[in-house]
Each structure stands twice: as C-alpha cells, then as structure tokens.
Nanobody, 119 residues
Framework: QVQLVESGGGLVQPGGSLRLSCAAS????????LRWYRQVPGKERELVAS????????IYADSVKGRFTMSRDNAKKTVYLQMNSLKSEDTAVYYC????????????WGQGTQVTVSS
C-alpha cells in the first residue's frame, strides 16, 4: 500500500532553514506527482510546492517562491522541501501528498510534520 512518511520538522528561528523529507513506498515513485501542503489550525490546507518525479518539474506557491526548493531522489524514493529564510508565517503542519501515479489521479497523504518558526 502507498505510504508517505514525513520528517525534518522542528523549531527554527526566523531567517533560519529546515529541510523536510517525505519517504515514499508502495508505488512507482519515478512516475508520479508529489506535493507539499501546509495547514494552520482554523485555515484551509495550502499547496506549497509540487514536483513531477519523472522530469523534476516543480511548481511553487507565490508565498514561498525564491525561498523554498522542492526536489526528489528517485533512488531513495524521497522528496524534499528545502526551506530557507523562514518566516513566522511559515509555521504550520506540513504534509506530503501524492496527486498522481503514472496516468492515474490519486490522493494519498502522510501524517504531517510540525514546523514552528519563532524566536
């Protein structure tokens, strides 16, 4: 079965950096679209970044462009979210999601990892 396991969250000061990881299993990782979302209590889940693991094409939310970088390692079946110049408004639970596997639309989620940006 499809599994997504996020890690790398924590507490960081404003201006700092964190790298999130999402280890995937149970599907053809090299032909998929994976996404990072984030959610703050009381607000809707927000799309942060998306990557096509076949050609590494990425899409970013305007709020994180130039600060966050999503990448993938097909050999490790893992996607990453490198977050630099973090701001307090980046504080959220970050979730990994699989949107597409080969030609099929799917919707699988990890358990989330908390990122807190605070001094």
């Amino acid at each position: 079965q499809v599994q997504l396991v996020e890690s790398g969250g924590g507490l960081v000061q404003p201006g700092g950096s964190l790298r999130l990881s999402c280890a995937a299993s149970g599907f053809t990782f090299s032909s998929a679209v994976l996404r990072w979302y984030r959610q703050v209590p009381g607000k809707e889940r927000e799309l942060v970044a998306s990557i096509d693991t076949f050609d590494s094409r990425t899409i970013y939310a305007d709020s994180v462009k130039g600060r966050f970088t999503m990448s993938r390692d097909n050999a490790k079946k893992t996607v990453y979210l490198q977050m630099n110049s973090l701001k307090s408004e980046d504080t959220a639970v970050y979730y990994c999601n699989v949107l597409r596997i080969s030609a099929f639309r799917v919707d699988y989620w990890g358990q989330g990892t908390q990122v807190t940006v605070s001094s």
